[in-house]
């Protein structure tokens, strides 16, 4: 290994836990291709290797290591055996997510996952295995900060060899650029850049633990759209409807862009002048989405647009700017979803089968929250989740609840797309229990209706006798009586105008006889309604209640009074110059003093009137 040298002090470390570990001892890579694709902000290692058992004892398991960066950012690994040939069909086992193991007599500074064999590795076999690890926050921005004008340059570092506890006979390691362009990147032997391919090896004859650092630095414009916090609540409603709320804080995870931003020069050359940008994202939504909505922090957005067709429903947002390096948004989207499509009986659970990740492509989330809300009345729950999750439960209350809704509680952090799978979560819930809203709407009307009956029909008085209830009582004695009050007043005042009226008429006509007449009726009236006002004054005169209106009826009494006189008295001087065939002139001069008065007495009578009016 003199041409490629390895890394000594990491073997000499290791080399004595490989001592007392029988199942690495024995065990040779007879043939490992790697393949890690750069062309996103996720870093996707795809690994073809053919494990051969050189010993005497059968092995169970085969261990792979992870450097402590590497298993920080791993968010997806799985492994699954392959056939020989040219089809190379499916092994023994199909595509398994991995946990991670602690073995005996390895170094601890490395975190190991294990591949469990479902049938022993005999002495002399030979198996093929693929394992697809997903990295994030793998590419380091290079320069750290750009300008609006500049490509956004990113660096990968990695081993040409392949970190693994067992000798290596053949590797080769693929790096896949997004374009055919690089600034600059490790050479070594065997080394080869062609098209947007950089090629190491294939190197033969590897040691354990080899490592061979090599860098990339290349042009990578792809958006790292990163959501720090994905919550994701699906709420199930047996009448019909599973509505789906994602809320999302993203941000823009490239090179943080300095200076003054330019959005002419944005949408002249959106392509030049914000090459690492982004202005949309694209969530593609079962076919049978419905009700779909967008808004941001401020409210309902405009810049979206629905596709849809019979595999699927694409939204597409834009943000109210376009996302810039270190730039952030924060919006919810929401849509429903038909209940018969999701939820179906099985062993007599009803189980709901919705996908787990979030919809968009490319987006990592750092930290995803998935919460299942089931109907109330709900029990017996349990969870599959084809990956390692973090479970809780807890309780949410909504309308007409009284116990609250059960809530599945799911969190999983460094999710990638790949984690968009399908999950169930499966419960029992009683078909009575869909009558339990519907009954207490119903009985809620009942006793809402029967409680106005009963308020409009008893009387709910604590007392009679107490001193509140004939304080209210008197009082309403006191306000009847001042509203008859008025309505006598009223009277007098018609009559003061059929007065005035006969004197109209006498001045048109010239009958005296009709004149007196009409004065005669309403003399008659008038004292009528005198007989009517001397028990209302009386009354109000005798209750501890009209204590502060009382000298205003009592004025109000006396002004009309003083009022029919002064009326009678114009009355009387009128018909005696009619009779006596005075001049029309002198008529005037005799009345003029009296009419003054009356005219002063009628405005005091109507505004004492509005005074009294309660």
């Given at each position: ?585 002198e008529i005037e001069n005799r009345v003029a003093s009296i009419q003054q008065k009356i005219s002063v007495l009628r405005q005091e009578v109507d505004d004492l009137l509005e005074v009294i009016d309660i």
């Open positions: 290994m003199k041409r490629f040298g390895f890394d000594l002090s990491l073997f000499i470390f290791l080399g004595f836990g490989l001592l007392f570990s029988p199942a690495v001892s024995t065990l040779v890579i007879s043939q490992l291709d790697r393949k890690m694709d750069l062309s996103s902000q996720i870093v996707r290692s795809t690994i073809l290797l053919k494990v051969e058992n050189k010993g005497d004892d059968s092995v169970s398991e085969v261990l792979l290591a992870f450097t402590e960066k590497q298993a920080k950012n791993l968010a997806f690994l799985t492994a699954s055996s392959i056939g020989e040939g040219k089809g190379k069909a499916k092994g023994p086992f199909d595509s398994v997510p991995l946990k991670p193991v602690n073995p005996e007599g390895m170094n601890q500074g490395l975190t190991w996952y294990s591949i469990s064999l479902p049938k022993k590795l005999l002495k002399g076999g030979s198996l093929s295995l693929e394992v697809k690890a997903l990295y994030t926050h793998m590419l380091r921005p290079f320069p750290e900060k750009i300008t609006q004008a500049d490509v956004q340059l990113v660096s990968f570092e990695e081993s040409a060899c392949y970190l693994s506890p067992y000798a290596v006979s053949v590797q080769l390691l693929t790096v896949k650029l997004p374009e055919p362009k690089v600034e600059s990147y490790t050479k070594l032997d065997n080394s080869k850049f062609s098209g947007s391919e950089i090629k190491y090896g294939p190197y033969e004859n590897i040691a354990p633990f080899s490592n061979i650092p090599i860098t990339v630095h290349y042009v990578n414009n792809h958006p790292f759209s990163v959501a720090r916090e994905l919550l994701r609540e699906i709420e199930i409603s047996h009448w019909g409807n599973v509505q789906v709320t994602e809320s999302y804080n993203l941000v823009h995870a490239g090179a943080e862009i300095t200076g003054e931003f330019s959005r002419h020069d944005y949408q002249a050359q959106p392509h030049l002048r914000g090459a690492s940008a982004f202005r949309n994202l694209v969530a593609k939504l079962p076919p049978s989405a419905h009700s779909i909505y967008y808004r941001d922090e401020i409210g309902n957005i405009s810049t979206s647009n629905v596709w849809s067709d019979s595999a699927k429903t694409l939204l597409e947002i834009e943000p109210r700017y376009p996302m810039f390096g270190g730039w952030r948004s924060s919006f919810t989207i929401g849509y429903g979803l038909p209940l018969q499509d999701f939820l179906f009986l099985s062993e007599g659970k009803r189980v709901l089968d919705i996908s787990f990740g979030c919809p968009m492509n490319e987006v990592v989330i750092e930290n995803l929250t998935v919460k299942v809300v089931l109907p109330e009345g709900s029990n017996d729950i349990s969870v599959s989740v084809p990956f390692p999750i973090k479970q809780s439960q807890e309780t949410k209350f909504s309308h007409l609840d009284m116990v609250g809704r059960p809530v599945v509680v799911l969190e999983k952090k460094n999710a990638v797309p790949e984690h968009n799978e399908y999950f169930q979560v499966s419960y029992q819930f009683s078909n009575l229990s869909l009558l339990r809203e519907p009954m207490m709407l119903v009985f809620g009307f009942f006793l809402f209706f029967v409680a106005c009956i009963v308020y409009a029909h008893v009387d709910l008085t604590i007392s009679k006798s107490s001193a509140s209830y004939l304080s209210k009582l008197q009082w309403n004695e006191v306000h009847t009586a001042i509203q008859q009050f008025q309505n006598v007043m009223n009277g007098c005042l018609i009559i003061h105008d059929k007065l005035e009226a006969s004197l109209r008429d006498l001045s048109r006509t010239g009958d005296v006889p009709t004149c007196k007449a009409a004065r005669k009726t309403a003399d008659s009236t008038l004292k009528e309604l005198s007989k009517e006002l001397k028990p209302l004054l009386s009354f109000l005169q005798s209750s501890s209640q009209s204590t502060q209106i009382l000298p205003k009826v009592e004025e109000l009494a006396s002004k009309e009074k003083e009022l029919q006189e002064k009326l009678m008295l114009k009355h009387s001087t009128i018909t005696d110059s009619y009779e006596k065939k005075s001049g029309g002139r």
